[in-house]
């Protein structure tokens, strides 16, 4: 599969069959990651990695109670109240694997350096690799609250010039989904 069938073809996982993933395969996904460009060549990415379907289901209810919790600061989530009131919904969806992309603070100018935009090219290719691997992922906005947390770093190991930019569940798809549509892009042309 080109990376061109790869951007066409992924979609946003959210049901996963049984099989693990091990390290070998997420260290795949890994290095084709960090391919990514970042500004300075700076690399600012940090990769936790939490591997097994309890140790993800434990992450999941941790970081949904947190986000229920704080619901009523966050007026953008409430079209999703219902979903995250309703018991059964696992914001993780069961996956057997999470990869949270964390970018590190630098000391160079914020003007020049944004490591929260070299993690999401990190991310993005992640995505693409998983799906060149026939893997299924799902960028999962709402973990990002509970993982952005002092005392979720502190757990971890990560210190606090940490930033949660990109919690990715991954595993192997139950199906693939059907294309989502897309508007017709604006384009300015200035030939
Ligand atoms: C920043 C970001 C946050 C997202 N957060 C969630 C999320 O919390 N839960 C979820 O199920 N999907 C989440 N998604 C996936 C999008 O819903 C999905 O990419 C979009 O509907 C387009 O579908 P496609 O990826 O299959 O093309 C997120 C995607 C991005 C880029």
Redo the contacts with the bound molecule.
Sequence with gaps: MDVLQAIRA???V?AFTDEALDRPTVQVLVDAAVQAPSAMNLQPWTFLVALGRERVADIARRAKAHLVASLDTGPGLLRRTDMLHDPHFD?LYGAPALIVVYAAVSDAPAALVRPDQDCCLAAQNLMLAARAMNLGS?????ARPWLDLPATKDEFGLSAEHVAVAPIVVGYPQAW?DA?ARHTPRIVWCD
Excluded: E, S
């Design positions: 992924r979609r946003a959210r914001i799902c960028w999962i906005g709402f989904p989502t």
